[in-house]
């Protein structure tokens, strides 16, 4: 088995499905064939901060159940900057070294990171200050992190927007409607892209595509000149109004969240075409309820590769999806950049080919 370790794992950033399948995969591989420990850091980057940090020891039998669970068994945060972190009297103060004391207090040789590209970025900037030998696991339902061609939570997150398409069809041929989804994507539309192809959208708006509403109205006029009374539209959250303007709505503790493409669509598409429209936004819907067969085997082959690259000592690496398998590349290359569509793409050209209007 090698030498005795003793390894962290936290999830940061937003919630999805196959977060507790990575987990698992880390304790099954790290405890039973290596014969380490595992110490699960609650609450993120804020757990370490807390003292004593807030931690759970995890062992195999522990772990078993969470295959199946949604979000994240050790909690997470998307909040709070550590080098600029809020505190009670509103002033921001940096809270790294806290996060790295934490970390070598608990006798930690190496800690696994869950994230999306913020809180990798984060993480290892973090590592690098403070000698933490950090290993990153993609995920986002965005599936924006670089270098990867797929993440943990894009396929669930895929799925529920296609099944609330797939229900969605049957109300608007019901009553002659035109249906529009609002899925999520802050800066990417890989959920929109795929949900609409697999879900049979009529059009489909990214926000890797400019459009113009005059396609979009010509394309619902067209089919109901095919006696097709009826469309589906679904939309990312990140797409602009025609002239440029990025929506978003107030929260109740007054932050802006992207979101109102979708209402915007509506009002247009009904003045122009005169059909009744009706919007559906499913928001974190999306994020939420039991991973998808395909996001608990990405995160499986996840937490084996991490656990193994550890093993070999080959740090600041994030595991990846490419071509059919599970590589290692180095975070900052993986962090580099936003993988958004590419509008040459292959399911880009699908669409096209299928005669759905992508509003160019």
């Known amino acids: 088995m090698g030498e005795k370790k003793r390894i962290g794992i936290l ?3 937003g919630d999805c499905a196959g977060l507790n399948a990575a987990i698992r995969a880390v304790v099954h591989h790290a405890s039973g064939n290596y014969g380490w420990e595992v110490v699960g850091i609650r609450e993120a980057t ?3 901060i807390s003292r004593p940090p807030k931690t759970t020891i995890f062992d195999i039998e522990g772990v078993d159940r969470l295959l199946v669970m949604g979000g994240t068994i050790l909690g997470t945060t998307n909040k709070g900057d550590p080098f600029a972190f809020p505190m009670p009297d509103g002033t921001l103060i940096d809270r790294s070294q806290d996060i790295i004391d934490g970390y070598h207090s608990l006798g930690l040789d190496a800690l696994i990171g869950i994230g999306g590209d913020g809180s990798l970025a984060i993480l290892r900037r973090i ?16 599936n924006d992190v670089g270098a990867t061609e797929v993440s943990i939570g894009f396929d669930t997150a895929t799925n529920i927007a296609t099944e609330a398409l797939d229900r969605l069809h049957f109300t608007a041929a019901s009553h002659n409607r035109v249906m529009i989804l609002e899925v999520m994507g802050r800066d990417a539309g890989h959920i929109a892209l795929a949900a609409g192809i697999a879900g049979g959208a009529d059009i489909i708006l990214i926000p890797e595509i400019p459009y113009r509403l005059e396609k979009v109205c010509e394309k619902i006029r067209q089919r109901q000149r095919m006696d097709k009374q009826f469309s589906l539209i679904i939309v990312s959250e990140a797409v602009r109004t025609e002239t440029g303007n990025r929506l978003v709505q107030k929260e109740a503790l007054g932050e802006d969240r992207l979101g109102g493409i979708g209402r915007y669509l509506a009002e247009e598409v009904a003045r122009e075409t005169g059909a009744e429209t009706r919007v559906t936004f499913l928001g974190h819907i999306q994020r939420g309820g039991i991973p998808s067969p395909m996001d608990r085997l990405l995160g499986a082959a996840f937490g084996v590769a991490a656990v193994d690259l550890i093993a070999r000592r080959e740090f600041d690496r994030m595991v990846a999806w490419q071509n059919r398998q599970v590589v290692s590349v180095p975070i900052e290359e993986a962090i580099k950049t936003y993988r958004v569509v590419d509008p040459e793409e292959t399911l880009v050209k699908t669409a096209r080919g299928l005669g759905i209007c992508l509003g160019d």
């Not at 950090?134 to 986002?140: A, E, H, M, N, Q």
Request: a neutral charge; hydrophobic letters at 30%.
């Open 11 to 13: 999830t940061s950033g």
């Open 127 to 142: 590592a690098q200050q403070g000698g933490i030998n950090l290993i990153g696991i993609p995920k986002t339902i965005d």
């Open 46 to 48: 804020n757990g370490l």
